[in-house]
């Protein structure tokens, strides 16, 4: 089957690309524009005409990538055309005419390229973290994964244990055959190893999953002491539904942040109070899981019924932020009790030391995104790939000290295979299904 899609962003724009790929593409190529094709890989200016009344479409740039050297390792073809929506519809219709042609699913091109091993599962996931990068850490980060250092370093732990289970393995087959010394203790020494290398990937404060994903910062504190008004003021814009009504936000509302090239996520929560309200009661019950997973909580309270305990009290640790608002109605100085914690005074309302509380979080943020070559993963799909691992390989190592090979072997093969796993070489249909989903139609 032959696909085809719109490349380049959907709306209007000066030029956009329409990718097809597959057995059927030399036709498409033949019939748009009615003459031979054009030299591979050569920018070449055609005029392109509908293929059932010969009306001109427009006259556009076409490439021609014959297989196995293309994106998709199929042959494929680019049509750079204006990026009119009637362009666009126009060559859709015509490109579907053509027997065994079908519009592309999300990441479908870059799904062919990887089952026809043009690339990797990884490289595949940081094109799509490359497309949807927003700030400059998380394009340096997906351009770091594309260039294939965690693919090779994933792959030489696997070779490592192949190695291995060939020695396990050849124990097993010819059991009155005694293994050299050194093989065998080869076998302790080299697993062992491994183990220490995946220990030291797993232990990177997830710090390429808050690259990938944001660092999260919850907003918490009791109803109506202005935290709807602090996100706002975070992201420049009304984001958030302020009142005097207490009580008004009642469900987890997100806004996506660039501050200082971090990416962040900045979530305004219920206000946490005692209520008999169902709906009410839920949106609490999600501000206060919010406040469990997120990198940073901002807990703010209100200068003039300051509201201090319980639960906002327990979350007060190291990655928390107390901050008083409407501090320009305080008629006393805070108690010890709250000077004790992290603490910023301010007034959204008066725009008053918010510049203070929004550098703390910068020095929080800066803290939290120290990176090093290290960083390996960015996806929770490779850390259970990586624990997973690890702990096959623990019970291995017991099982091989006792010498029981046949059990011994099968966690080692359990082991390889979820290494495997992360950089692809897998064969379960929906692992592919779940990555390729997250790209956008037309790559």
């Known amino acids: 089957m032959t696909i085809y899609a719109l490349s380049t962003g959907p709306g209007i724009s000066g030029v956009a690309i329409i990718r097809v790929s597959g057995s059927e593409t030399s036709k498409v190529v033949r019939l748009l524009t009615g003459k031979p094709l054009p030299g591979p890989r050569v920018a070449t200016l055609r005029k392109l005409n509908k293929i059932d009344t010969s009306e001109l479409i427009d006259e556009g740039i076409i490439l021609w990538f014959p ?28 490109i579907s005419q053509v027997e065994n042609c079908r519009l592309a699913e999300p990441g479908e091109f870059t799904k062919l390229a990887f089952q026809n091993g043009k690339i990797n599962l990884l490289k595949a996931e940081s094109i799509a973290d490359l497309i949807s990068a927003e700030t400059e ?58 183990i220490l290398n995946i220990k030291k990937i797993l232990d990177d404060q997830k710090v390429g999953e808050r690259i990938r994903e944001g660092f999260k910062i919850a907003i918490i504190g009791p109803a109506n002491a202005g935290k709807s008004s602090l996100l706002n003021y975070l992201a420049n814009r009304d984001a958030a539904i302020v009142s005097e009504i207490a009580g008004t936000t009642r469900d987890v509302i997100e806004t996506h942040l660039n501050i200082d090239g971090y990416p962040v996520v900045v979530s305004d929560t219920a206000g946490i109070r005692e209520s008999n309200n169902e709906i009410e009661k839920k949106g609490i019950k999600l501000a206060l899981d919010k406040a469990k997973n997120a990198d940073l909580k901002l807990i703010v309270i209100d200068a003039k019924s300051i509201d201090f305990k319980g639960v906002l009290k327990e979350f007060m640790d190291e990655n928390a932020i107390l901050v008083v608002n409407k501090s320009d109605l305080l008629k006393e100085d805070l108690s010890p009790d709250i000077k004790s914690f992290e603490h910023v005074l301010i007034s959204v309302k008066n725009n008053l030391n918010v510049e203070d509380l929004i550098l703390k979080i910068k020095n929080k943020l800066k803290n939290k995104f120290i990176t090093s070559e290290d960083i390996l993963i960015t996806r929770e799909r490779h850390r259970q790939h990586l624990e997973q691992s690890l702990n096959y390989l623990k019970n291995f190592e017991e099982k091989n000290e006792v010498e029981d090979f046949d059990k011994a072997a099968e966690d080692l093969r359990l082991a390889t295979q979820h290494l495997g796993m992360i950089v692809g070489k897998v064969d379960v249909e929906e692992i592919l299904g779940s990555i390729f989903n997250d790209f956008c139609i037309g790559k």
């Not at 297989?67 to 015509?94: C, N, Q, R, W």
């Not at 294939?148 to 060939?166: H, P, Q, T, V």
């Open 67 to 94: 297989g196995p050297k293309s994106y998709t390792g199929e042959d494929m073809a680019e049509f750079h055309v204006h990026g009119s929506k009637a362009v666009i519809e126009a060559l859709h219709t015509s």
């Open 137 to 194: 850490i998380q394009r340096q980060q997906a351009i770091k994964i594309m260039n294939g250092k965690s693919a090779d370093r994933f792959n030489a732990l696997r070779e490592k244990l192949l190695k291995i289970l060939s020695h396990v393995e050849a124990k097993i087959d010819f059991p009155d055959e005694e293994l050299p010394q050194n093989i065998l203790k080869n076998i302790k020494i080299n697993s062992g190893e491994v």
